[in-house]
């Protein structure tokens, strides 16, 4: 009796997945056999005391208002013209218009 490839890989297969425990088993064993145990974590970094007169940091945050005030004030005016133009020709350009 001869096989195809495509016949005998199908015949491999079929005799391989018949039996669910045992390729739960064998998956189970050449996962622990190939890997260990997790490494252990990296030690935690030394705790620094803070410098005499160094008052501790703030617990509390800004309120939600105050920090988008003070995050456009920070930071330059935004130029996101899309339409109209920002002048036409023969007009003088608006104030505060971006470059």
Do not use: K, N
């Not at 622990?32 to 974590?41: H, L, Q």
């Not at 935690?44 to 939600?64: K, Y």
């Amino acid at each position: 009796m001869t096989w195809s490839i495509r016949e005998a890989g199908t015949a491999f297969a079929d005799v391989v997945y018949s039996d669910q425990q045992w390729v739960d088993a064998e998956f189970a064993a050449l996962i622990s056999a190939s890997f260990g145990e997790p490494p252990a974590p990296p030690p935690a970094p030394p705790r620094v005391p803070p410098h005499p007169g160094t008052p501790p940091p703030s617990s509390r945050r800004p309120p939600p208002g105050l920090a988008a005030r003070t995050a456009s004030v920070a930071g330059p005016p935004r130029c996101r013209q899309r339409s109209p133009p920002a002048h036409q020709r023969g007009r003088p350009p608006r104030r505060g218009a971006c470059p």
